[in-house]
């Protein structure tokens, strides 16, 4: 069965220091990963995507990940955390193969972020 | 350019009644989806659809229907709603069902079912 991890529900930083989000996934062939967040009563908002190349990618507002093929993850960082970043992140793959799965993306349950003053 | 629309954004339904969740995208997408998120579950795939008149089932199919007339609309309903359907509802759309590109989501539908 396809799954997508994000180990700890909750992270708490605060401002001005690293962050990480963590997230693995088991599923077949070589997915696509992508990161997403939600702000309060809002819709998810795409931050950035892994499809193939360069194992560090860069998104949108500082954020960036690292996808490690050989541990399947791809977690999500940033250098230095703002309050602004206080939100649910959500890691997603999604199946390359085609399949009858016809490219359907797999969430993990989220991590909820706070980043405190 | 307004992505992706979905209306009512709240709604109280009795057990029973039935009701229809709109989806509307001005992209041109060909694939749609429908999600459910609940806490501590993620999102779950309700049904999705690859282009007009082409529909499938998701993860949790039971208790919703689909169609597809239209490349833009993608409406979901509810057909004899249940407590079990609180929820907020999500629709997606990205260009083809195999494109790299990220899905963009509407700003959800917040529904309680008394």
């Known amino acids: 069965a396809q799954s997508v991890a994000q180990p700890e529900d909750q992270v708490n930083v605060a401002e001005g220091n690293p962050l990480t989000v963590k997230c693995t996934y088991s599923?077949?062939?070589?997915?696509?990963l992508f990161w997403y967040v939600q702000y309060p009563n809002r819709g998810l908002q795409f931050l950035l995507k892994?499809?193939?190349?360069?194992?560090l990618v860069k998104g949108s507002y500082g954020f960036e990940a690292e996808f490690n093929k050989s541990q399947t993850s791809f977690h999500l960082k940033k250098p230095s955390a703002l309050v602004s970043d206080s939100a649910l992140y959500f890691c997603a793959v999604r199946l390359t193969d085609r399949g009858s799965t016809l490219g359907r993306l797999y969430f993990g349950r989220g991590t909820q972020l706070t980043v405190w003053p | 350019n307004a992505g992706v629309t979905q209306t009512p954004k709240f709604q109280v339904l009795k057990t029973g009644q039935s009701m229809t969740l709109q989806c509307a995208q001005d992209?041109?997408?060909?694939?749609m989806s429908w999600y459910r998120q609940d806490p501590g579950m993620g999102l779950r795939l309700i049904h999705y659809?690859?282009?007009?008149?082409?529909?499938d089932q998701g993860e949790v199919p039971n208790g919703y229907n689909v169609s597809r007339s239209t490349t833009e609309d993608f409406p979901l309903r509810l057909l004899s709603a249940a407590p079990s359907q609180t929820s907020v509802y999500f629709c997606a759309s990205r260009y083809r069902s195999y494109s790299n590109q990220p899905q963009h989501f509407g700003d959800g539908t917040r529904l309680s079912i008394l």
């Open positions: 659809s690859v282009g007009a008149g082409i529909t």
């Open positions: 992209m041109n997408h060909e694939y």
């Open positions: 599923v077949s062939g070589n997915p696509y």
């Open positions: 892994y499809i193939t190349g360069d194992n």
